[in-house]
């Protein structure tokens, strides 16, 4: 069951509004309350405003308990701007555009949440991926990404016929300076 609340011209242009919108998107009821309440932002208010309609909605209309709902789609478009102008210098008139948003905002039960959760397909291999698995001997099912060493324990084969030097171990411990080293209690020969 989805219930729907809208606000329309909001006197905030909508790349704020949207900061909002983010920033509750997926929350339950109560925490999106809460972190409007507490928010320090001129949209949060009337946001909390529209939540609580949509919460009088949900309740009243539908008879639905508010703790299982939870705000599944929640975004911002622009409405009207209101075209205004500033004064300035040799007559002139610079234009100041006034925005405003509309605010559409659904809620949901959690329910329908987690099938949708549990619906996920898992990610297929695909069909000439898994033919050259097949010819490695690794599982079709293998993750992106992942490789397996090729049998034997053999070693890749290097292009120069050279093989590199062996690296020198790292002395770490003898970079580091200071309050480092100090809060390491790490003794240093020199």
């Not at 983010?22 to 932002?41: P, S, Y």
């Not at 329908?112 to 001997?137: F, I, T, Y």
Request: hydrophobic letters at 35%; proline letters at 5%.
């Amino acid at each position: 069951m989805q219930v729907i609340a809208s606000l329309k011209n909001l006197r905030i242009a909508p790349r704020k509004v949207r900061l909002i919108a983010g920033l509750i998107r997926g929350l339950d009821v109560a925490k999106a309350k809460t972190q409007l309440h507490f928010l320090v932002k001129k949209t949060a208010e009337p946001m909390e405003k529209l939540l609580d309609s949509a919460l009088a909605n949900a309740k009243h209309n539908f008879k639905l308990n508010p703790a299982d709902l939870y705000i599944s789609e929640i975004y911002v478009n622009e409405g009207a701007v209101l075209k205004r102008g500033r004064s300035r210098a040799r007559g002139r008139v610079f234009p100041i555009r006034k925005k405003t948003s509309h605010i559409h905002l659904t809620l949901s039960q959690k329910k329908d949440k987690q099938q949708r959760a549990s619906g996920k397909k898992e990610r297929s291999v695909s069909r000439k991926a898994a033919e050259a698995m097949k010819e490695l001997g690794a599982p079709a099912t293998a993750a992106k990404g992942q490789t397996n060493p090729p049998a034997g324990g053999a070693k890749p084969i290097r292009s120069s016929g050279k093989e590199a030097p062996a690296r020198k171990p790292s002395g770490g411990a003898k970079r580091l300076t200071g309050l480092a080293r100090r809060a390491f209690n790490i003794k240093t020969d020199k």
